[in-house]
C-alpha cells in the first residue's frame, strides 16, 4: 500500500544513505519516490539538490512549514496525496517534530515516521564531516552541531513518535535488512491491499 515515509536524523546520520536504499528497494505494492522539500537558504558544499528546491520565499502552496536556525522549509501536503493516489510511496527528510505530526495527523495510518541514528553527536566528530565536506567556516560547523544535537535531543524527548528506528552502526547491509523489514511491514498491515468496503 502506498505510504509516505518520513525521515528524521542528524547530519551525517545516514539519512541520504537510508533514502538511496528505500530507494532501491522494489516490492509488490511499493513504489518509492522522493519529494524535495523548499528551503530559503543557498545549497551547501556537496550537498545533493533532488531533495531540496532552494529558494527566496517558500511559495504560499506549501501548508508544512517550519524553521530551523533562520531557515524556512515547506512542503506541500496536495504533493503527498498526489503521489499516494497515484500509487507511489512519497519518501521526504522532516527534522522538525511539529511537522512529522502535523503529517500524521494529516495522514493518519498512511504514515510511517523512521528516525536514524548512529551515534550521540560531538563537536569533534561535526569538525571532521565539515573537512571532509570541504567546509572550513567555523560558525556553520557550530551551527551544523547545534541542530544535530537539537535533532538528537528531539529523539530522546519524543521517542513515541516515530514508527521505527533505524540504527546506522554496522554497515550498509545491516541498514538495507532494516529498510527491507520496515518495507516488508507495509504489506504487512490491517489496510494491505487497500480494499473498497462492501
Keep these: 500500500m502506498p505510504t509516505v515515509i518520513t525521515i528524521t536524523g542528524a547530519s551525517g546520520s545516514g539519512k541520504s544513505t537510508a533514502i538511496r536504499l528505500f530507494l532501491s528497494q522494489r516490492q509488490s505494492g511499493y513504489a518509492p519516490i522522493q519529494v524535495p522539500k523548499y528551503k530559503t537558504r543557498e545549497r551547501r558544499v556537496g550537498e545533493e539538490e533532488h531533495d531540496s528546491v ?10 508544512l512549514v517550519y524553521e530551523q536556525y533562520a531557515t524556512r522549509y515547506g512542503l506541500e501536503s496536495q504533493v503527498l496525496f498526489g503521489h499516494l493516489n497515484n500509487g507511489r510511496s512519497p519518501i521526504v527528510v522532516i527534522n522538525d517534530v511539529r511537522t512529522v505530526v502535523d ?14 541514528f ?19 567556516d567555523r560558525d556553520g560547523i557550530l551551527n551544523r552541531y547545534n541542530k544535530a544535537h537539537a535533532t538528537y535531543r528531539i529523539f530522546i524527548e519524543n521517542i513515541h513518535l516515530f514508527d521505527r528506528v533505524l540504527l546506522n552502526n554496522w554497515g550498509k547491509d545491516d541498514l538495507q535488512l532494516q529498510i527491507a523489514g520496515i518495507i ?6 490491517p489496510t494491505w491491499p487497500l480494499k473498497r468496503s462492501e
Design 54 to 63: 532552494f529558494v527566496d520565499l517558500i511559495p504560499p502552496a506549501c501548508d
Design 103 to 116: 503529517i500524521r495527523q494529516i495522514l493518519g495510518p498512511l504514515v510511517t515516521s523512521v528516525f536514524v
Design 118 to 136: 548512529r551515534e550521540r553527536p560531538t563537536v569533534q566528530d561535526y569538525e571532521t564531516l565539515a573537512l571532509q565536506r570541504g567546509e572550513r
Design 184 to 189: 516488508q511491514s507495509f504489506s504487512d498491515g
